[in-house]
């Protein structure tokens, strides 16, 4: 009796565990790739930091809501079973959590603090080391982090990669291409959020989002194109689940909405905003609604990934 | 000399089978399975064209793999292999994610929303644990069901497959089914 177990739940979830991995991700390489005590990405920093802890922990609430018993998650953290993706990926989520919502306290300035930690009750020494000035760990806590947002973005295509009865998520290039759509969709959020921050563009940090974002969806895109080529090229099964993409319910929604709209449109677009850069090293002067439009796009189209992947795989089978 | 470990399997004699699904009906009330759900089921097929005619029906369940991805994927441990081979839940580990559900290739679980974990068919080990028959089997009024240990060389399992053809149902997904379909 064929059903469809994971639906809307879950895609939002593997969405929002990715964006959360992205934008820890850009967030710590911000913080790290300091020069010379010059912090020109600092804003990129402390944007992602702030964003990072909170759609992964949404997330987590959809996944234990999605739980036939809810109150029993806490089984998952009474095993730890290396064979079973979603045994390391609880894991990987609850640390990845806290080093974020870490970076968040250590990003956080003085007065802000102050005023977030008034309204906790100041009992306890974990409060009252959070409470401490944290900004001199930045560093440490991004560096610690970088890892785990990594092992959080990739575990999702491993969920599905490692399901040996569903041929069309069963290949080894699931999980890098949920990798690099997670990154870009966190690097979306903060080219989004520094569009709309109201302040002049500083062209730096968009030259840094831009470079990013540019190698995160080529990488993206040079990934899907050898799971369609190889999945053509398999065995039967594989051909067979395919054709929910090649010529099924989902070949709209693959090739207009995802591959064109959501991954290679804003990929034009982001390179031809670096095209002066690229091409003449001159300053490039970056259009702000082409930027909000450009993450939007990229947005969409991670979130168009996980519906195609989650429900087009528990559609195929082997016959 | 230690006795040997059991390996529990079934055999399935489909040309036996007048599908009258006692066996359905059977595992119902043993396992008391809600409608609309079902620990087993049949297979049923019309092949050929008139006059020409076949009806196949051939029974399915939980092929109690040998390397059984459900109990791979679980987190919990809840899935879980008998050294018999029967593969089961513990009702009690068990945290409704469903993720054995989506990892069969044989879509041989369900998801039960009325007590939020997943079931199947765990060869009526109750039974079996008292030396008996599973609901399914015992009940089979045209014997197409065949009950048995693999390594006692003289269960009537043991001599059907020793004596026939038999086909396994997607062997290429790699878990080891252990479902006999008789030729």
Excluded at chain 1, 53 to 76: A, E, H
Excluded at chain 2, 70 to 75: E, F, G, K, N
Excluded at chain 2, 133 to 146: F, G, I, N, Y
């Amino acid at each position: 009796m064929k059903t469809i177990e994971w639906g809307f739940l879950i895609i939002n979830y593997l969405f929002l565990g990715g964006l959360s991995a992205g934008l820890f991700f850009v967030a710590a390489l911000a913080t790290l790739l300091e020069h010379n005590g010059d912090r020109p990405y600092a804003r990129i920093a402390r944007y992602g930091a702030l964003l990072a802890p909170w759609p992964v922990m949404l997330g987590c609430f959809l996944l234990i809501f999605d739980l036939g018993k809810w109150y029993r998650f806490y089984k998952l953290f009474l095993h730890l079973r290396w064979v079973s993706p979603m045994s390391i990926g609880s894991w990987l989520l609850l640390i990845f959590s806290g080093i974020s919502l870490l970076l968040f306290v250590a990003s956080l300035a003085k007065e802000e603090r102050q005023r977030l930690f008034q309204k906790l009750p100041a009992s306890g020494a974990i409060l009252r080391l959070l409470s401490g000035d944290l900004s001199a760990w930045q560093r440490p806590i991004a560096a610690l982090g970088l890892p785990f947002s990594i092992g959080v973005g990739i575990y999702t295509g491993v969920l599905l990669g490692a399901v040996q009865s569903r041929p069309f998520w069963n290949t080894n290039l699931v999980a890098q291409m949920f990798l690099f759509s997670a990154l870009s969709t966190g690097c979306a959020t903060l080219i989004l959020v520094l569009a709309l921050a109201g302040k002049r563009i500083e062209a730096v940090e968009f030259r840094l989002l831009y470079t990013l974002d540019i190698c995160f969806l080529t990488l993206e895109f040079f990934i899907v194109l050898p799971y369609l080529i190889h999945g053509e090229l398999s065995v039967e099964a594989v051909r067979e689940s395919l054709q929910l993409i090649l010529g099924g319910p989902f070949t709209l929604v693959f090739w207009v909405f995802f591959l064109g709209l959501g991954l290679l449109a804003p990929l034009a677009i982001e390179v031809r905003e670096m095209a002066p850069v690229l091409l003449s090293k001159t300053v490039a002067h970056y259009s702000k609604p082409l930027a909000a439009v450009t993450a939007l796009l990229v947005l969409a189209g991670g979130f168009l990934l996980r519906y195609i992947f989650v429900f087009a795989g528990q559609m195929s089978a082997f016959k | 000399m230690a006795a040997r470990q059991k390996r529990y399997a079934l055999a399935i004699d489909a040309r036996k089978c007048i599908n009258c699904k006692a066996c359905s009906v059977a595992c119902r009330a043993e396992n008391r399975v809600p409608l609309g759900k079902g620990r087993n089921w049949m297979n049923e097929e019309l092949r050929g064209e008139y006059p020409k005619l076949m009806a196949v029906f051939e029974a399915e369940q939980c092929h109690h793999c040998a390397d059984p991805a459900c109990v791979r994927v679980c987190p919990t441990g809840a899935s879980y292999q008998r050294p018999d081979g029967i593969v089961a839940i513990k009702d009690t580990e068990c945290v409704g994610c469903r993720y054995c559900v989506v990892a069969c290739p044989y879509d041989a679980r369900f998801f039960r929303e009325d007590r939020g974990v997943v079931e199947k068919c765990d060869l009526c080990a109750k039974r079996v644990d008292r030396a008996e028959l599973p609901a399914c089997v015992e009940t089979c009024p045209s014997k197409v069901r065949v009950f048995g240990d693999l390594n006692d060389p003289n269960s009537k399992l043991h001599e059907l497959l020793s004596k026939r053809q038999y086909r396994l149902k997607k062997p290429e997904a790699g878990t080891g089914p252990q479902i006999y379909y008789l030729l």
